[in-house]
């Protein structure tokens, strides 16, 4: 091979390195990920995860400082994504800690705010052209399937990550079994996303059965639930065309009234005869495992602070005394009742104005089939969220996806982005018409 191959050659491998050493940093510093998670009790493991996740923290904001540099030297506009509404929620906690406790949980709240961060940062970085986006979510989808893979191989022969048999019973690879359910459903989006910027059909159906395999190992029923609505709209023809034309402020809406009937009118719901049988199927009972206690207790609480709540809670006590049942509840298993148990009526409704703000941003955006993946992996997201919380990372999976869905399908991001995919997904989709 000539000089001028051999350049080219590695010129052409550049964009797939840059892809794998983002894919490194974004697995280190995603703040859901619990891989490992017999192996945290490690002291020496805890350090090096701790450590890496901040080398992480600094090697990013240094990264996008130096591109956002760039841009400016050309006079080129910069695409903060999601970023600046992210903050904002933030800001609402920060009120709230501050009229709670002073500048006590102060700290707290900087550690959460910038290690959450990272990964949407690392995401304008790597969405800021249609190469780098193409070849990253490429990388992320394999590595995703290989964590699917080994989450069924180690469940089964756990000798071989532990060195001993061991009964997982709630604990697999990829997390606890409520926490497992985050990575296989991000693995489905990665997956999907994958397949609609150019990937086979084959290896979707590959990627499918092994998430599918996943879902009922798990045998979690928010994790059953998200994965079948996200299936639903993705898959079959006669419910894949309803993301692409339903609006995702409709979507937040509909999201808004399921939370209403949770939280004031869920008893009557879930005892109806349909639902009750539905839930018995998942093994769920009709008080969603103690949840009515939980959320009833919750709204007396939240009713004395309504406007601000508590405060961000670095502690795991969620309701600061027990239940009639003897229970302790760590945390509020809903995202929005969290929400308003720390930051309040003020947080909840910032957290709505940020999704307010992703639905007018993708609303005129060519990137149909784009756009529709991204809707349909918010709502699942958001229905999940319903009877469950991340600990102290609260919003941070819905911002996730909503910044990808700004970066990958807003019409006015990088330079040659938007349109060369919209005419990409247009040309793919004449083809699948012909």
């Given at each position: 091979?000539?000089?001028t ?9 550049l964009p797939?390195?840059i892809?794998?050493?983002?894919a490194v940093?974004?697995?280190?510093s ?6 490992a998670?017999?192996m945290?009790a490690?002291?020496?493991i805890q350090?090096?995860?701790?450590l890496?996740?901040r080398?992480?923290l600094?090697?990013v904001?240094?990264?996008?400082a130096?591109?956002?540099f ?7 506009k910069i695409?903060?994504?999601i ?19 002073g ?9 959460v ?6 990964p949407?940062?690392l ?5 800021s052209?249609?190469?780098s986006?193409?070849q ?6 394999v590595?995703?399937?290989?964590l699917l893979v080994?989450n069924i ?9 532990l060195?001993e ?6 604990d697999?690879?990829?997390g ?5 359910g ?5 693995g489905?989006f ?20 092994f998430s599918?395999?996943n879902v009922f ?13 996200f299936?639903?709209f ?9 993301p692409?034309?339903t609006?995702?402020?409709?979507i ?5 009234l ?9 008893q009557?719901?879930?005892t109806s005869?349909?639902v009750?049988?539905l839930?018995?199927m998942?093994g769920?009972?009709?008080g ?9 207790t919750?709204?007396?609480?939240i009713?004395?602070?309504?406007f ?5 809670q ?9 239940n009639p049942y ?5 945390h ?22 940020m ?9 005129r955006?060519e ?7 991204c809707k349909t ?9 319903q009877?469950d919380f991340?600990?102290y990372?609260?919003w941070?999976?819905v911002a996730f996806l909503?910044?990808?869905?700004i970066?990958l399908?807003e019409?006015?991001g990088?330079s040659?982005?938007?349109g ?7 040309e793919r ?6």
């Amino acid at each position: 091979m000539n000089e001028t191959g051999q350049k080219s050659n590695k010129k052409a491998q550049l964009p797939v390195l840059i892809a794998c050493m983002a894919a490194v940093m974004y697995f280190i510093s995603d703040p859901t990920l619990e891989w490992a998670y017999p192996m945290y009790a490690n002291y020496r493991i805890q350090t090096m995860v701790w450590l890496s996740r901040r080398a992480v923290l600094i090697l990013v904001y240094f990264a996008f400082a130096g591109y956002c540099f760039h841009l400016r030297k050309k006079q080129m506009k910069i695409n903060f994504g999601i970023l600046p509404f992210y903050l904002l929620l933030y800001g609402g906690y920060l009120l709230a800690s501050i009229l709670n406790s002073g500048t006590e949980q102060f700290v707290h709240w900087l550690d959460v705010v910038l290690m959450s961060s990272v990964p949407l940062l690392l995401f304008c970085l790597m969405l800021s052209s249609e190469e780098s986006a193409r070849q990253f979510v490429r990388v992320l989808s394999v590595c995703y399937l290989v964590l699917l893979v080994l989450n069924i191989l180690f469940y089964y022969f756990p000798q071989l990550y532990l060195g001993e048999a061991k009964d997982w019973r709630e604990d697999f690879f990829l997390g606890s079994k409520n926490r497992a359910g985050w990575p296989v459903m991000m693995g489905l989006f990665f997956g999907a996303l994958d397949y609609r910027l150019g990937n086979s059909k084959w290896e979707l159906g590959i990627f499918l059965l092994f998430s599918v395999v996943n879902v009922f190992l798990i045998h979690s029923a928010m994790t059953l639930i998200g994965a079948f609505v996200f299936l639903l709209f993705t898959l079959f023809p006669l419910f894949r065309k309803i993301p692409e034309k339903t609006d995702l402020a409709l979507i937040v809406v509909l999201i808004l009234l399921l939370f209403c009937m949770l939280m004031w009118f869920q008893q009557p719901v879930t005892t109806s005869k349909p639902v009750a049988a539905l839930l018995e199927m998942m093994g769920k009972d009709p008080g969603l495992s103690e949840r009515d206690v939980l959320w009833g207790t919750a709204r007396e609480i939240i009713a004395e602070k309504p406007f601000f709540g508590y405060g961000l809670q670095e502690s795991s006590a969620f309701i600061p005394h027990t239940n009639p049942y003897g229970t302790t509840y760590h945390h509020g298993h809903n995202e929005m009742v969290q929400t308003l148990y720390e930051g309040g009526v003020l947080t909840l409704g910032l957290a709505v104005l940020m999704l307010f703000y992703t639905a007018a941003k993708i609303r005129r955006s060519e990137n149909k089939t784009v756009a529709a993946v991204c809707k349909t992996g918010l709502f699942s997201f958001l229905v999940m969220l319903q009877s469950d919380f991340i600990p102290y990372f609260s919003w941070y999976m819905v911002a996730f996806l909503a910044n990808c869905a700004i970066l990958l399908a807003e019409d006015s991001g990088g330079s040659s982005f938007p349109g060369l995919l919209a005419d990409r997904f247009r040309e793919r989709e004449f083809k699948t018409e012909r």
